[in-house]
C-alpha cells in the first residue's frame, strides 16, 4: 500500500524489474553484494535507482546491495543508531535495515563513519566479492576505505548497471513524459510572467515555484539577460542580479526533474519585443542542426560517429564546432549515459531518454534549442516538448 508522504513513487514492480535485472547480472559476473554511495539528487541517482529515495544536500547515503539479501542503507543520523524496517514498509521497499552515523563532507575527521559502517556489514556477510557502482560519485574516503578492505575482492560494477539504467521501461517512459509536459507548462507561466523591471533571478526563481508546484521535486534554473547587441549567456543564481528591460533578450534552462523525479531539459530565449535577424536565424540553423542529430540517433549508432557528423555540420554553416556535452541520456540523473562524445563506449539503444541541445554563441547573440525525446526502435519519436522551437518574442 501506498504511504502518502512519498511524492509520485515508482510501482514495486519497477523496482522488483530493476532489482531482478541487477541479480541476473551480479549471478553470471559472481558478485555478492554491490556498494554505491550519493550524495544529491542533480548527479547522483544510482541509489534513487535502487531504492526510489534520494540522496540530498550532500548527506552521503550508502546502499548493500547483496545478490541474495535485502539492502542495507547507510545514511546520516545519530551515532549508533540502527533501524530495522519492517515487512510491508513503502517508503525503504527492499531494505532490510538503516545504519545512521553523524558523517559530513565539511568535518574531515567524520571522513570514515560511514565506510566503518559498510565494511562491517560486508564482512559480518561474508561477502568475498564486491562490486563498487559509480566510483565517481563516492567521497573520496569512502572510496578508498573500501578498497583498502582485506579479505574481499573488490571490482567495478559501474558498466552493467549503466546498461540496465539507460533503458527506460515503460512505466519511467510515462514518468519521462510528464516531465517534459511540466517544463511545457513552466515555459508558457514565464511567457505571461516576464515584464521589464525583473531581475534574472526573478524569472528563474518563478520557473522553479511553478516547478515544484506541478510536481517537481529538484533542479537548475540557469539563464540571464542582456541588451539588445549583447549576448544572453547562461548564469547560475549568483550572477542574476541584472533587470530585464524593453528590447532584452532573456536565455533559460529549465533542468528540473518532473514528478517521479526523471529528469528532462528546456531552453528557450526570450526577447521583450522583436528579435533580431541574427538572433532568428540562429535559432533556425540550431534547429536544423537538432534535427540533423535526431537522423543519427538510431538504435547501434555510435556517439562518436554522431558527434563527428554534427560538428561537420556546425561547421559547415559558419557555426562553432561543439567541444561542450550537446546530447546524451538523462533518467535520474540530468546527465546520463550515453554522452554523445568521442570517448562514450555505450551505443544508441531503443528506450534510452536523449536530450539534445545545440547551441551558439558570439558577442551579439547566444540560444540553444534543447528538448528529450525517446529512442523508437528506428530513431527518436516525437518531440517530448511541445514548446516551438523558434525565439519567444513578448
Not at 117 to 134: D, H, I, P, T
Not at 255 to 279: C, D, H, I, M, W
Not at 319 to 342: A, I, K, N, S
Request: contains cysteine; proline residues 5%; negative net charge.
Amino acid at each position: 500500500m501506498n504511504d502518502p508522504r512519498v511524492l509520485n513513487p515508482i510501482s514495486t514492480q519497477e523496482l522488483e524489474r530493476r532489482w531482478a535485472a541487477v541479480r541476473r547480472a551480479m549471478e553470471e559476473r559472481g558478485i555478492d553484494a554491490l556498494v554505491m554511495q550519493n550524495s544529491n539528487d542533480w548527479l547522483g541517482g544510482y541509489v534513487k535507482w535502487f531504492t526510489d529515495r534520494p540522496a540530498t544536500n550532500a548527506y552521503p547515503r550508502a546502499i548493500i546491495f547483496a545478490r541474495d539479501d535485502l539492502m542495507v542503507s547507510v545514511e546520516q543520523g545519530p551515532t549508533g543508531a540502527v533501524r530495522e524496517i519492517a515487512e510491508g514498509d513503502f517508503v525503504d521497499r527492499g531494505v532490510r535495515k538503516i545504519l545512521f552515523t553523524p558523517s559530513y563532507s565539511s568535518v574531515s575527521y567524520t571522513a570514515n563513519y560511514d565506510a566503518e559502517l559498510v565494511v562491517g556489514e560486508l564482512k559480518r556477510a561474508g561477502y568475498g566479492v564486491v562490486g563498487l557502482v559509480n566510483t565517481p560519485g563516492m567521497y573520496h574516503d569512502f572510496c578508498a576505505h573500501l578498497k583498502s578492505m582485506s579479505g574481499v575482492k573488490i571490482v567495478d560494477a559501474t558498466d552493467f548497471v549503466d546498461e540496465l539504467k539507460a533503458i527506460k521501461s515503460e512505466e519511467e517512459i510515462v514518468a519521462i513524459r510528464r516531465t517534459a509536459t511540466m517544463q511545457d507548462e513552466i515555459l508558457t507561466a514565464l511567457t505571461k510572467h516576464i515584464k521589464p523591471g525583473m531581475s534574472d533571478f526573478e524569472i528563474a526563481a518563478y520557473a522553479q515555484y511553478v516547478g515544484c508546484l506541478l510536481g517537481s521535486e529538484q533542479g537548475l534554473f540557469i539563464g540571464s539577460s542582456s541588451p539588445p547587441g549583447r549576448a544572453a549567456m547562461y548564469k547560475p543564481r549568483h550572477l542574476q542580479g541584472r533587470k530585464i528591460q524593453d528590447g532584452d533578450s532573456f536565455t533559460l534552462l529549465i533542468e528540473n526533474n518532473g514528478p517521479g523525479g526523471y529528469y528532462g531539459e528546456l531552453a528557450r530565449t526570450f526577447v521583450l519585443g522583436k528579435a533580431s535577424q541574427e538572433l532568428v536565424e540562429t535559432m533556425e540553423g540550431l534547429v536544423e542542426a537538432q534535427a540533423h542529430t535526431l537522423g543519427l540517433l538510431k538504435p547501434g549508432a555510435t556517439p562518436r560517429d554522431i558527434l563527428e557528423s554534427h560538428n561537420a555540420f556546425m561547421l559547415a554553416r559558419g557555426f562553432r564546432e561543439e567541444t561542450r556535452l550537446y546530447c546524451h541520456g538523462q533518467g535520474y540523473d540530468m546527465v546520463e549515459r550515453p554522452l554523445v562524445r568521442e570517448d562514450e563506449p555505450m551505443d544508441i539503444a531503443r528506450n534510452m531518454c536523449i536530450v539534445i541541445h545545440p547551441g551558439h554563441a558570439n558577442e551579439r547573440v547566444f540560444t540553444t534549442v534543447c528538448d528529450n525525446y525517446i529512442i523508437g526502435p528506428d530513431g527518436p519519436g516525437e518531440c517530448l516538448h511541445k514548446t516551438p522551437k523558434t525565439i519567444i518574442e513578448i
